[in-house]
T-cell receptor
Framework: NAGVTQTPKFRVLKTGQSMTLLCAQD?????MYWYRQDPGMGLRLIHY???????AKGEVPDGYNVSRLKKQNFLLGLESAAPSQTSVYFC??????????????FGPGTRLTVL | TQLLEQSPQFLSIQEGENLTVYCNSS?????LQWYRQEPGEGPVLLVT?????EVKKLKRLTFQFGDARKDSSLHITAAQPGDTGLYLC???????????FGQGTRLTINP
């Protein structure tokens, strides 16, 4: 099993450009998440999905959109990139969201720089 | 404002020393997790604690959940260079369906 994979690993954008980050998991997990990680801030939840065809806003959703057309894939889109979106983006997935059973499995991350 | 405050944010010690990392909040958590993250990789779960006062041991690592379920600690005995990494606590706020992370503790163990 590959677990959680993310594409691409690195990307440099100019302000105003758009891009899509792809996350795929092969563990048949219902829940999927997108986080961003910035120095001194830990991980902050951008958007999440509790199943195919559903999405919900997290802590910092502005400037991002997501789609979950297939259970195994979760896409994160930036319509008009801004320098404040320079960050490392992590995708994660889990079976449930219920306390003790909520182990999240993370991908390797995508390092995005917006100039 | 961080819901979960970790301290210290940076810690550099010599091999063989003991250390404790703290994770504190004013909120009550239904469960709390500790993750470890290596450079260039995503976080990996170390442990989940659910019951107030619970203590779990993972080899040289001891995790404790506070009685009031508002805080947790990670204690490492006889630290080794392989323990180097970013340690993150994360909690599920009671009644919510989201995991909130602390800002992390970057630990360096020098040989």
């Amino acid at each position: 099993n590959a677990g959680v994979t993310q594409t691409p690993k690195f990307r440099v954008l100019k302000t105003g450009q758009s891009m899509t980050l792809l996350c795929a998991q092969d563990m048949n997990h219902e829940y999927m998440y997108w986080y961003r990680q910035d120095p001194g801030m830990g991980l902050r939840l951008i958007h999440y999905s509790v199943g195919e065809g559903t999405t919900a806003k997290g802590e910092v959703p502005d400037g991002y959109n997501v789609s979950r057309l297939k259970k195994q894939n979760f896409l994160l889109g930036l319509e008009s990139a801004a320098p404040s979106q320079t960050s490392v983006y992590f995708c994660a997935s889990s079976y449930f969201f219920s306390g003790a059973y909520n182990e999240q499995f993370f991908g390797p991350g995508t390092r995005l720089t917006v100039l | 404002t961080q819901l979960l405050e970790q301290s210290p944010q940076f810690l550099s010690i010599q091999e063989g020393e003991n250390l404790t990392v703290y994770c504190n909040s004013s909120s009550v958590f239904s469960s709390l997790q500790w993750y470890r993250q290596e450079p260039g990789e995503g976080p990996v779960l170390l442990v989940t604690v659910v019951t107030g006062g619970e203590v779990k041991k993972l080899k040289r690592l001891t995790f404790q959940f506070g009685d009031a379920r508002k805080d947790s600690s990670l204690h490492i005995t006889a630290a080794q260079p392989g323990d180097t990494g970013l340690y993150l606590c994360a909690g599920v706020i009671q009644g919510a369906q989201k995991l909130v992370f602390g800002q992390g503790t970057r630990l360096t163990i020098n040989p």
